[in-house]
């Protein structure tokens, strides 16, 4: 009888840790009873609900746009962090902006908030702008914390690049800002796309730094369930969170699935490469003999 080892056992333990409530969770979603605590059978009730309650349909909504929004701009500005502090080695002031770029990762969302209030109310009483707090300073203060994650996945992936790739084309004429988009960009997509999702997921599940910035009628995602959570679990709550770890899941499949076809493709690829190199390698050029007087 095959022994279960104590990693095996811990790793089982650990997925039912995360897994598990978020089970529970969508098979709550279908309870027809108003208590959560409480099963009352099957029912879809809830997310047919959904479609009546324009304020939380309101807040996700809300929500998926600045979360869309916050990952181009993260994307942008940490990609440019990130060639920055890997290609330019020496300028002044290198280590403090290094420090600037990073220090969103190790610093308390709740000192970042308070900051970027501060910001905004003197901005406001200096030149007028921003007039209200809503979508564009929680989509500005999103981007500050998201940049400094995509510009460390970024930069780890710039220093595993082969410079003599760039150079050559260089050598053949091609400007710098060619170089950039058409060689750099696409050597480097997948940790582009790595540092979206995870900008995305950022900004769709920030509760702290959305409460600091945001103010009437810019209520998102996380507020709307946190303000709804203090009063008691709604029903509607658990058929909303459903409905994201499906959307969840069903992107990181379609991601999981292209990525495989393009790396299957590639495999074949070489392999077709080098099987006519060596098919090539075996043929032995036809030896003509003079002809005999």
């Given at each position: 009888?095959?022994?279960?080892?104590?990693?095996?056992?811990?790793?089982?333990l650990?997925l039912?840790?995360?897994?598990?409530?978020?089970?529970?969770?969508?098979?709550?979603?279908?309870?027809?009873?108003?208590?959560?605590?409480?099963?009352?059978?099957?029912?879809?009730?809830?997310?047919?609900?959904?479609?009546?309650?324009?304020?939380?349909?309101?807040s996700?909504?809300?929500?998926?746009e600045?979360?869309?929004?916050?990952a181009?701009?993260?994307?942008?500005?940490g990609?440019?962090?990130?060639?920055?502090?890997?290609?330019?080695?020496?300028?002044?002031?290198?280590?403090?902006?290094?420090?600037?770029v990073?220090?969103?990762l190790?610093?308390?969302?709740?000192?970042t908030?308070?900051?970027?209030?501060?910001?905004?109310?003197?901005?406001?009483?200096m030149?007028?702008?921003?007039?209200?707090?809503?979508?564009?300073?929680?989509?500005?203060?999103h981007?500050?914390?998201?940049?400094?994650?995509?510009?460390v996945?970024?930069?780890?992936?710039?220093?595993?690049l082969?410079?003599?790739?760039?150079?050559?084309?260089?050598?053949?004429g091609?400007?710098?800002?060619?170089?950039?988009?058409?060689i750099?960009?696409?050597m480097?997509?997948?940790?582009?796309?790595?540092?979206?999702?995870?900008?995305?997921?950022?900004?769709?599940?920030?509760?702290?730094?959305?409460?600091?910035?945001s103010?009437?009628?810019?209520?998102?995602?996380?507020?709307?369930?946190?303000?709804?959570?203090?009063?008691?679990?709604?029903?509607?709550?658990?058929a909303?969170?459903?409905?994201?770890?499906?959307?969840?899941?069903?992107?990181?499949?379609l991601?999981?699935y292209?990525?495989?076809?393009?790396?299957?493709?590639?495999?074949?690829?070489?392999?077709?490469?080098?099987?006519?190199?060596?098919?090539?390698?075996?043929?032995?050029?036809?030896?003509?003999?003079?002809?005999q007087?």
């Amino acid at each position: 009888m095959k022994r279960v080892g104590f990693s095996n056992v811990m790793l089982v333990l650990g997925l039912l840790f995360i897994y598990l409530p978020m089970l529970i969770l969508v098979i709550y979603s279908f309870n027809a009873s108003k208590l959560v605590t409480v099963w009352g059978g099957w029912s879809v009730k809830w997310y047919v609900g959904l479609l009546d309650n324009t304020q939380l349909m309101g807040s996700v909504m809300r929500s998926l746009e600045i979360a869309c929004y916050t990952a181009i701009a993260a994307v942008a500005l940490g990609t440019l962090a990130a060639f920055v502090l890997t290609r330019v080695t020496r300028f002044k002031g290198r280590t403090l902006f290094g420090g600037l770029v990073t220090a969103p990762l190790v610093m308390p969302e709740v000192i970042t908030g308070l900051s970027l209030l501060l910001l905004f109310v003197a901005m406001a009483q200096m030149i007028g702008w921003p007039q209200e707090r809503g979508i564009v300073t929680i989509w500005i203060a999103h981007t500050t914390f998201c940049a400094a994650y995509v510009a460390v996945v970024v930069s780890a992936r710039l220093r595993e690049l082969d410079l003599s790739i760039e150079e050559a084309a260089m050598d053949l004429g091609a400007r710098p800002w060619k170089v950039f988009f058409l060689i750099t960009i696409p050597m480097i997509a997948p940790s582009l796309a790595a540092g979206g999702m995870m900008s995305f997921a950022l900004s769709l599940d920030d509760l702290v730094l959305a409460s600091f910035v945001s103010g009437p009628g810019s209520t998102t995602l996380p507020m709307e369930v946190f303000s709804a959570v203090r009063l008691g679990v709604k029903p509607e709550i658990n058929a909303v969170a459903s409905l994201i770890l499906l959307a969840v899941s069903m992107a990181t499949f379609l991601v999981w699935y292209f990525s495989r076809r393009a790396e299957e493709r590639r495999k074949r690829a070489i392999q077709q490469a080098i099987e006519e190199a060596a098919a090539d390698g075996w043929k032995q050029p036809e030896v003509r003999r003079p002809a005999q007087a």
